[in-house]
Protein backbone atom coordinates (compact mmCIF):
# COMPACT_ATOMS: atom_id res chain seq x y z
CA UNK A 1 0.00 0.00 0.00
CA UNK A 2 1.82 2.94 -0.78
CA UNK A 3 1.21 6.88 0.38
CA UNK A 4 -1.46 7.99 -1.54
CA UNK A 5 -3.33 4.98 -0.80
CA UNK A 6 -2.67 5.50 2.92
CA UNK A 7 -3.55 9.33 3.10
CA UNK A 8 -7.37 8.11 1.39
CA UNK A 9 -7.54 5.60 3.95
CA UNK A 10 -7.05 7.61 6.46
CA UNK A 11 -9.37 10.34 5.37
CA UNK A 12 -11.79 7.46 4.44
CA UNK A 13 -11.83 6.36 8.17
CA UNK A 14 -11.98 10.44 9.53
CA UNK A 15 -15.30 11.24 7.30
CA UNK A 16 -16.78 8.03 8.36
CA UNK A 17 -15.90 8.60 11.91
CA UNK A 18 -17.47 12.17 11.92
CA UNK A 19 -20.72 10.75 9.77
CA UNK A 20 -21.26 8.53 13.17
CA UNK A 21 -20.78 11.32 15.39
CA UNK A 22 -23.07 13.44 13.91
CA UNK A 23 -25.41 10.92 12.77
CA UNK A 24 -25.79 9.24 16.15
CA UNK A 25 -29.54 10.45 16.06
CA UNK A 26 -30.29 8.27 12.81
CA UNK A 27 -27.85 5.66 12.80
CA UNK A 28 -27.84 4.31 16.68
CA UNK A 29 -31.41 3.20 16.53
CA UNK A 30 -31.22 1.40 13.13
CA UNK A 31 -28.10 -0.53 14.95
CA UNK A 32 -30.08 -1.00 18.35
CA UNK A 33 -32.88 -2.69 15.95
CA UNK A 34 -30.45 -4.45 13.92
CA UNK A 35 -28.98 -6.18 17.17
CA UNK A 36 -32.61 -6.48 18.41
CA UNK A 37 -34.04 -8.26 15.46
CA UNK A 38 -31.34 -11.00 15.29
CA UNK A 39 -32.26 -12.20 19.15
CA UNK A 40 -36.43 -11.82 17.79
CA UNK A 41 -35.47 -13.84 14.79
CA UNK A 42 -33.89 -16.64 16.86
CA UNK A 43 -36.57 -16.67 19.48
CA UNK A 44 -39.51 -17.13 16.40
CA UNK A 45 -37.33 -19.65 15.40
CA UNK A 46 -36.61 -21.35 18.64
CA UNK A 47 -40.60 -20.87 19.12
CA UNK A 48 -41.11 -23.04 15.69
CA UNK A 49 -39.25 -26.46 17.74
CA UNK A 50 -42.34 -26.03 20.29
CA UNK A 51 -45.18 -28.14 19.89
CA UNK A 52 -47.85 -25.79 20.05
CA UNK A 53 -46.53 -22.85 19.15
CA UNK A 54 -44.70 -24.46 16.53
CA UNK A 55 -47.71 -24.92 15.00
CA UNK A 56 -48.83 -21.21 14.08
CA UNK A 57 -47.69 -19.67 11.12
CA UNK A 58 -44.21 -17.87 11.07
CA UNK A 59 -45.80 -14.43 10.52
CA UNK A 60 -47.70 -15.03 13.77
CA UNK A 61 -45.23 -16.30 16.10
CA UNK A 62 -43.15 -12.83 14.52
CA UNK A 63 -45.90 -10.68 15.51
CA UNK A 64 -46.24 -12.62 19.17
CA UNK A 65 -42.49 -12.08 19.65
CA UNK A 66 -42.26 -8.28 18.48
CA UNK A 67 -45.41 -7.89 20.51
CA UNK A 68 -44.14 -9.23 23.91
CA UNK A 69 -40.59 -7.52 22.97
CA UNK A 70 -42.32 -4.22 23.14
CA UNK A 71 -44.58 -4.58 25.99
CA UNK A 72 -41.34 -5.94 27.86
CA UNK A 73 -39.57 -2.52 26.83
CA UNK A 74 -42.26 -0.01 27.69
CA UNK A 75 -42.71 -1.58 31.00
CA UNK A 76 -38.65 -1.77 31.85
CA UNK A 77 -37.95 2.25 30.67
CA UNK A 78 -40.87 3.09 32.76
CA UNK A 79 -39.50 0.90 35.76
CA UNK A 80 -36.33 1.82 35.67
CA UNK A 81 -36.89 5.51 35.30
CA UNK A 82 -39.71 5.18 38.30
CA UNK A 83 -37.03 3.24 40.55
CA UNK A 84 -34.31 5.41 39.68
CA UNK A 85 -36.68 8.70 41.12
CA UNK A 86 -37.23 6.54 44.16
CA UNK A 87 -33.32 5.47 44.40
CA UNK A 88 -32.86 9.59 44.19
CA UNK A 89 -35.43 10.10 46.82
CA UNK A 90 -34.56 7.67 49.66
CA UNK A 91 -30.70 8.72 49.63
CA UNK A 92 -31.31 11.06 52.62
CA UNK A 93 -32.95 8.38 54.68
CA UNK A 94 -29.43 6.62 54.48
CA UNK A 95 -27.89 9.90 56.58
CA UNK A 96 -27.86 8.35 60.17
CA UNK A 97 -25.87 4.92 58.76
CA UNK A 98 -23.12 7.36 56.90
CA UNK A 99 -23.05 9.26 59.75
CA UNK A 100 -22.07 6.43 61.46
CA UNK A 101 -19.87 5.33 58.79
CA UNK A 102 -18.13 8.94 58.70
CA UNK A 103 -17.63 8.67 62.26
CA UNK A 104 -16.00 4.99 62.13
CA UNK A 105 -13.58 6.06 59.37
CA UNK A 106 -12.63 9.58 61.75
CA UNK A 107 -11.65 6.75 64.20
CA UNK A 108 -9.54 4.59 62.24
CA UNK A 109 -7.58 7.80 60.76
CA UNK A 110 -7.51 9.56 63.59
CA UNK A 111 -9.09 12.43 63.01
CA UNK A 112 -9.97 14.59 66.20
CA UNK A 113 -12.82 16.98 64.83
CA UNK A 114 -14.66 14.26 63.65
CA UNK A 115 -16.71 14.81 61.07
CA UNK A 116 -20.59 14.13 60.52
CA UNK A 117 -22.44 13.38 57.38
CA UNK A 118 -24.22 16.97 57.56
CA UNK A 119 -20.28 18.42 56.82
CA UNK A 120 -19.47 15.98 54.31
CA UNK A 121 -22.59 16.90 52.33
CA UNK A 122 -21.91 20.18 52.69
CA UNK A 123 -18.20 20.21 51.84
CA UNK A 124 -19.27 17.40 48.55
CA UNK A 125 -22.19 17.29 47.24
CA UNK A 126 -23.99 20.86 48.33
CA UNK A 127 -21.44 22.38 46.26
CA UNK A 128 -23.19 21.32 43.35
CA UNK A 129 -26.51 22.95 41.99
CA UNK A 130 -28.72 19.79 41.57
CA UNK A 131 -31.52 21.51 39.84
CA UNK A 132 -29.15 22.45 36.74
CA UNK A 133 -28.97 18.83 35.99
CA UNK A 134 -32.56 17.88 36.54
CA UNK A 135 -33.84 19.25 33.21
CA UNK A 136 -30.94 17.62 30.86
CA UNK A 137 -31.25 14.36 32.34
CA UNK A 138 -35.27 14.80 32.05
CA UNK A 139 -34.68 15.80 28.27
CA UNK A 140 -31.28 12.58 28.29
CA UNK A 141 -34.69 10.17 29.31
CA UNK A 142 -37.21 11.60 27.14
CA UNK A 143 -34.48 11.49 24.12
CA UNK A 144 -34.09 7.39 25.60
CA UNK A 145 -37.90 7.29 25.37
CA UNK A 146 -37.75 8.38 21.90
CA UNK A 147 -35.15 5.98 20.90
CA UNK A 148 -36.79 2.82 22.19
CA UNK A 149 -39.83 4.30 19.80
CA UNK A 150 -37.76 4.29 16.95
CA UNK A 151 -36.35 0.91 17.79
CA UNK A 152 -39.29 -1.02 18.27
CA UNK A 153 -40.80 0.65 15.35
CA UNK A 154 -37.34 -0.22 13.26
CA UNK A 155 -37.04 -3.59 14.22
CA UNK A 156 -40.94 -4.25 13.48
CA UNK A 157 -40.10 -3.29 9.48
CA UNK A 158 -36.85 -4.93 9.45
CA UNK A 159 -39.13 -7.93 10.68
CA UNK A 160 -41.63 -7.64 7.74
CA UNK A 161 -38.85 -7.23 5.23
CA UNK A 162 -36.80 -10.31 6.36
CA UNK A 163 -39.54 -12.43 5.08
CA UNK A 164 -39.58 -11.65 1.76
CA UNK A 165 -35.79 -10.93 1.84
CA UNK A 166 -34.36 -14.18 0.08
CA UNK A 167 -37.25 -12.98 -3.20
CA UNK A 168 -35.56 -9.71 -3.47
CA UNK A 169 -32.24 -11.24 -3.45
CA UNK A 170 -33.29 -13.62 -6.46
CA UNK A 171 -34.99 -10.81 -8.61
CA UNK A 172 -31.83 -8.59 -7.63
CA UNK A 173 -28.88 -11.35 -9.15
CA UNK A 174 -30.95 -13.14 -11.84
CA UNK A 175 -28.43 -15.86 -11.56
CA UNK A 176 -29.49 -18.71 -10.09
CA UNK A 177 -25.88 -20.01 -8.89
CA UNK A 178 -25.11 -16.48 -7.31
CA UNK A 179 -28.61 -16.34 -5.83
CA UNK A 180 -27.81 -19.72 -3.89
CA UNK A 181 -24.70 -18.78 -2.71
CA UNK A 182 -25.35 -15.36 -1.77
CA UNK A 183 -28.65 -16.63 0.47
CA UNK A 184 -26.43 -19.79 1.81
CA UNK A 185 -23.68 -16.52 3.02
CA UNK A 186 -26.66 -14.75 4.40
CA UNK A 187 -27.81 -17.62 6.40
CA UNK A 188 -24.58 -18.45 7.87
CA UNK A 189 -23.74 -14.80 9.09
CA UNK A 190 -27.42 -14.47 10.44
CA UNK A 191 -27.61 -17.74 12.33
CA UNK A 192 -23.43 -17.16 14.03
CA UNK A 193 -25.19 -13.75 14.94
CA UNK A 194 -28.44 -14.70 16.32
CA UNK A 195 -26.84 -17.28 18.31
CA UNK A 196 -23.93 -15.17 19.64
CA UNK A 197 -26.37 -11.85 20.55
CA UNK A 198 -29.04 -14.47 21.34
CA UNK A 199 -26.82 -16.60 24.12
CA UNK A 200 -25.49 -13.40 25.34
CA UNK A 201 -28.84 -12.02 26.38
CA UNK A 202 -29.54 -15.43 28.04
CA UNK A 203 -26.63 -15.41 29.88
CA UNK A 204 -27.06 -11.48 31.02
CA UNK A 205 -30.64 -12.68 31.99
CA UNK A 206 -29.19 -15.44 34.14
CA UNK A 207 -26.79 -13.11 35.83
CA UNK A 208 -29.34 -10.60 36.53
CA UNK A 209 -31.50 -13.32 38.15
CA UNK A 210 -28.59 -14.35 40.10
CA UNK A 211 -27.78 -11.31 41.25
CA UNK A 212 -31.49 -10.70 42.31
CA UNK A 213 -31.27 -13.47 44.49
CA UNK A 214 -28.15 -12.04 46.24
CA UNK A 215 -29.60 -8.67 46.78
CA UNK A 216 -32.75 -10.10 48.39
CA UNK A 217 -30.29 -12.68 50.60
CA UNK A 218 -29.22 -9.42 51.96
CA UNK A 219 -32.00 -7.23 51.95
CA UNK A 220 -30.74 -4.70 49.74
CA UNK A 221 -33.18 -2.14 48.41
CA UNK A 222 -34.53 -1.87 45.15
CA UNK A 223 -33.00 -5.26 44.56
CA UNK A 224 -34.71 -5.77 41.15
CA UNK A 225 -33.46 -2.03 39.96
CA UNK A 226 -29.70 -2.98 40.53
CA UNK A 227 -30.22 -6.76 38.87
CA UNK A 228 -31.68 -5.36 35.65
CA UNK A 229 -28.81 -2.52 35.73
CA UNK A 230 -26.50 -5.93 36.07
CA UNK A 231 -27.40 -7.80 33.64
CA UNK A 232 -27.91 -4.59 30.54
CA UNK A 233 -24.29 -3.50 31.93
CA UNK A 234 -22.65 -6.77 31.31
CA UNK A 235 -22.89 -6.28 27.88
CA UNK A 236 -19.77 -4.15 28.60
CA UNK A 237 -16.37 -6.07 29.15
CA UNK A 238 -14.24 -5.74 31.57
CA UNK A 239 -15.76 -1.96 33.22
CA UNK A 240 -19.36 -3.52 33.02
CA UNK A 241 -19.26 -5.83 35.61
CA UNK A 242 -17.21 -3.98 37.93
CA UNK A 243 -19.58 -0.50 37.50
CA UNK A 244 -22.46 -3.22 38.13
CA UNK A 245 -20.90 -4.52 41.57
CA UNK A 246 -20.44 -0.73 42.56
CA UNK A 247 -23.15 0.39 42.88
CA UNK A 248 -25.22 -1.74 44.86
CA UNK A 249 -22.23 -2.28 47.17
CA UNK A 250 -22.34 1.38 47.78
CA UNK A 251 -25.81 1.30 48.38
CA UNK A 252 -25.15 -1.80 50.67
CA UNK A 253 -22.87 0.62 52.63
CA UNK A 254 -25.36 3.24 52.92
CA UNK A 255 -28.66 1.06 54.14
CA UNK A 256 -26.37 -1.28 56.42
CA UNK A 257 -24.50 1.02 57.83
CA UNK A 258 -22.23 -1.96 58.09
CA UNK A 259 -19.00 -2.30 56.10
CA UNK A 260 -19.10 -6.13 56.44
CA UNK A 261 -22.26 -6.22 55.51
CA UNK A 262 -21.26 -4.26 52.19
CA UNK A 263 -18.37 -6.74 51.83
CA UNK A 264 -20.35 -10.21 51.92
CA UNK A 265 -22.90 -8.29 49.32
CA UNK A 266 -19.55 -7.31 47.23
CA UNK A 267 -18.38 -11.05 47.62
CA UNK A 268 -22.04 -12.23 46.43
CA UNK A 269 -22.18 -10.30 43.20
CA UNK A 270 -18.28 -11.21 42.37
CA UNK A 271 -18.81 -14.60 42.99
CA UNK A 272 -22.24 -14.47 40.47
CA UNK A 273 -20.24 -12.39 38.09
CA UNK A 274 -17.27 -15.27 38.07
CA UNK A 275 -19.25 -17.80 37.56
CA UNK A 276 -21.14 -16.36 35.05
CA UNK A 277 -18.26 -15.13 33.22
CA UNK A 278 -15.69 -18.19 33.54
CA UNK A 279 -18.27 -20.79 33.59
CA UNK A 280 -21.58 -20.47 32.52
CA UNK A 281 -20.96 -18.46 29.33
CA UNK A 282 -18.31 -20.45 27.60
CA UNK A 283 -20.35 -23.76 27.82
CA UNK A 284 -23.66 -22.02 26.50
CA UNK A 285 -21.54 -20.71 23.69
CA UNK A 286 -21.50 -23.33 21.04
CA UNK A 287 -18.64 -21.44 19.20
CA UNK A 288 -16.70 -19.08 21.36
CA UNK A 289 -15.72 -15.60 19.43
CA UNK A 290 -12.40 -14.99 21.07
CA UNK A 291 -12.00 -11.04 20.57
CA UNK A 292 -8.65 -9.93 21.17
CA UNK A 293 -8.39 -8.31 24.60
CA UNK A 294 -6.54 -4.77 22.84
CA UNK A 295 -9.66 -5.04 20.17
CA UNK A 296 -12.08 -5.31 22.95
CA UNK A 297 -10.55 -2.12 24.59
CA UNK A 298 -10.31 -0.51 21.51
CA UNK A 299 -14.05 -1.02 20.45
CA UNK A 300 -15.29 0.20 23.77
CA UNK A 301 -13.01 3.33 23.88
CA UNK A 302 -14.10 3.99 19.96
CA UNK A 303 -17.57 3.11 20.14
CA UNK A 304 -17.43 5.17 23.74
CA UNK A 305 -16.14 8.23 22.41
CA UNK A 306 -18.74 8.12 19.63
CA UNK A 307 -22.00 7.40 21.31
CA UNK A 308 -21.34 7.66 24.72
CA UNK A 309 -22.87 4.54 27.11
CA UNK A 310 -25.00 3.58 24.57
CA UNK A 311 -22.18 3.02 22.19
CA UNK A 312 -20.03 1.01 25.01
CA UNK A 313 -22.61 -1.07 25.42
CA UNK A 314 -23.02 -1.94 22.17
CA UNK A 315 -19.36 -2.06 21.66
CA UNK A 316 -18.66 -5.70 21.92
CA UNK A 317 -21.77 -6.98 20.14
CA UNK A 318 -20.83 -4.33 17.04
CA UNK A 319 -17.22 -5.82 17.27
CA UNK A 320 -18.06 -9.45 17.40
CA UNK A 321 -20.54 -9.17 14.79
CA UNK A 322 -18.30 -7.42 12.34
CA UNK A 323 -15.68 -9.83 12.83
CA UNK A 324 -18.11 -12.66 12.34
CA UNK A 325 -19.55 -11.13 8.70
CA UNK A 326 -15.29 -10.80 7.86
CA UNK A 327 -14.65 -14.31 8.67
CA UNK A 328 -17.62 -15.60 6.20
CA UNK A 329 -16.16 -13.54 3.12
CA UNK A 330 -13.01 -15.03 2.05
CA UNK A 331 -11.70 -11.90 0.65
CA UNK A 332 -11.88 -10.46 4.30
CA UNK A 333 -11.54 -13.29 6.13
CA UNK A 334 -7.71 -12.79 7.06
CA UNK A 335 -8.57 -9.15 8.55
CA UNK A 336 -10.85 -11.38 11.17
CA UNK A 337 -8.61 -13.69 11.75
CA UNK A 338 -5.96 -10.51 13.03
CA UNK A 339 -8.18 -9.54 15.37
CA UNK A 340 -9.15 -12.47 16.87
CA UNK A 341 -7.19 -13.62 20.20
CA UNK A 342 -6.26 -17.24 19.35
CA UNK A 343 -5.55 -16.30 15.53
CA UNK A 344 -8.00 -19.02 14.65
CA UNK A 345 -11.89 -18.66 13.64
Do not use: C
Amino acid sequence: MNLPQITYLTALLIMLGYILHIGKPVILPVLIALIALYILSNVTDRLGRVPVIGRLPALLRRLIVLLAFTVLTVLSFAYLADTFTQVAAALPGYESNIDALVLRAAHVFGIEDQPTWAKVRSATIDRFQVQSYIGPVLLSLRGFGGTLFLVTLYAFFMMAERAVMARKLANAFGDPERETRTIALFERINTRVGDYLSVKTVVNIILGLLSYGVLLIFGIDFALFWAILIGLLNYIPYIGSLIAVIFPVLLSLAQTGSYSAASMVAVGLTVAQMFVAGYLEPRMMSRTFNLSPFVVLFALAFWGALWGLPGAVLAVPLTASMIIVLAEIPATRPIAILLSASGRL
